[in-house]
């Protein structure tokens, strides 16, 4: 008798392995799927708060609240992407006529006139500046094909959009869904532990994602009208670009000063350097301190305090460590992971001292 259970405890845990090692293959060759899959988790957490609204406030039961939640999502990417695909035309049209030959010169030009205001011609790269040659190996005829291919790859963009939003509606309309799911899998007498995580995580997270949401859009309304003070084309779109790479934390607003300085420094070759579009760079360059500034004194305390209840050294550390396993993707998830971590820990190792120290404001 006592064989045969040891038997069937190992035929139960050789089940268990084949079932997470199938589901850890179909992760890895569907791996497109489960993107989808984060996507629509983060838009149902985003949107919880609205259905939640719409159910209490309007009485409205949950398909038709998860049907206008879903709307006002859609409509609210078709308008930022609305201001983004007339630039796209424009560019492909102008990069399809573009003469490559004389934007050199005017490349040229314009390191000469960088050279001369920052009286630099008694270094050496300056003087292959002025000469032309740093610029004689410089191939821009790859610009027109790889806006192509970019056109090109929008094509499945109507695929991942039905997708997220196919599993987003079902999200909101059933809030349990995945916790009924997991639920399978688990022991019952771990159930309600496991419901009340559920549900803490989701009402952090929720709040967590939303703060970001605002922190986006403050620095969206800084960096537009700094933009806009000092005419450049396309303010509003070069600052949503910019206010985006702020969600990549640390690396995220070095490249973003980066982007929004050199299209600054490109909005105009026709413009004297030393008159003209240094003053307008140095303006940018402090317009974007200034929301920095704001960000990090401001906004990312208000964030981390109020929404997932973590000291700034604690998520500092929890963001380079994932940073330095999985990269700039590491460092996005790196809050909502740990999160949902402490959250867990508290609920089924609450006696630990560790933990507790951890969870404490939880």
């Known amino acids: 008798m006592e064989s045969k259970a040891i038997a069937n405890g190992i035929l139960q845990a050789l089940f268990k392995l084949f079932v997470i090692g199938a589901v850890l293959a179909l992760i890895y060759y569907l791996n497109s799927l489960l993107i989808y899959f984060v996507i629509a988790a983060v838009i149902s957490l985003i949107g919880r708060p609205i259905t939640v609204f719409l159910k209490t406030k309007f009485k409205f039961n949950s398909l038709l609240a998860a049907s206008f939640?879903?709307?006002?999502?859609?409509?609210?990417?078709?308008?930022?992407?609305?201001?983004?695909f007339p630039l796209l035309v424009?560019?492909?049209?102008?990069?399809?006529?573009?003469?490559?030959?004389?934007?050199?010169?005017?490349?040229?030009?314009l390191a000469q006139q960088i050279s001369q205001s920052l009286k630099?011609?008694?270094?050496?790269?300056?003087?292959?500046?002025?000469?032309?040659?740093?610029?004689?190996?410089?191939?821009?005829?790859?610009?027109?094909?790889?806006?192509n291919g970019l056109l090109d790859a929008l094509g499945s963009f109507s695929v991942a959009l039905f997708s997220v939003v196919f599993i987003s509606f079902f999200l909101l309309k059933d809030s349990e869904l995945l916790q009924r799911i997991l639920l399978i899998f688990i022991k019952?007498?771990?159930?309600?532990?496991?419901?009340?995580?559920?549900?803490?995580?989701?009402?952090?997270?929720?709040?967590y994602f939303i703060g970001l949401l605002m922190?986006?859009?403050?620095?969206?309304?800084?960096?537009?009208?700094?933009?806009?003070?000092?005419?450049?084309?396309?303010?509003?779109?070069?600052?949503f670009l910019c206010a985006l790479l702020n969600l990549i934390p640390y690396i995220g607003p070095i490249f973003g000063g980066i982007l929004m300085i050199v299209l600054t420094l490109t909005n105009d070759f026709d413009l004297n350097f030393s008159a003209e579009i240094l003053p307008n760079v140095l303006g940018v360059?402090?317009?974007?301190?200034?929301?920095?500034?704001?960000?990090?004194f401001f906004s990312q305390p208000f964030i981390f305090s109020r929404s997932v209840k973590s000291h700034p050294l604690e998520i500092f550390f929890v963001i380079l460590a994932c940073g330095s396993l999985f990269g700039a993707v590491g460092m996005i998830v790196a809050i909502p992971l740990y999160t949902a971590l402490k959250v867990i820990l508290k609920?089924?190792?609450?006696?630990?001292?560790?933990?507790q120290s951890l969870t404490k404001d939880l």
Do not use: C
């Open 285 to 296: 360059a402090i317009g974007f301190t200034i929301g920095q500034l704001v960000d990090n």
């Open 347 to 355: 609920e089924f190792l609450s006696e630990n001292k560790i933990v």
């Open 120 to 147: 630099l011609d008694n270094f050496f790269w300056s003087g292959l500046l002025e000469s032309g040659d740093l610029l004689q190996s410089v191939n821009l005829g790859f610009l027109p094909d790889f806006l």
């Open 188 to 207: 019952e007498e771990y159930h309600q532990r496991i419901q009340n995580s559920f549900e803490s995580i989701k009402n952090l997270l929720s709040r």
């Open 69 to 84: 939640t879903i709307i006002l999502f859609v409509a609210l990417l078709f308008g930022i992407l609305s201001l983004f």
């Open 215 to 239: 922190q986006i859009t403050i620095l969206l309304v800084i960096y537009t009208i700094v933009l806009a003070i000092f005419g450049i084309k396309n303010a509003f779109i070069i600052a």
């Open 90 to 109: 424009e560019q492909s049209n102008n990069l399809s006529l573009l003469d490559v030959e004389g934007l050199k010169v005017k490349l040229e030009m």
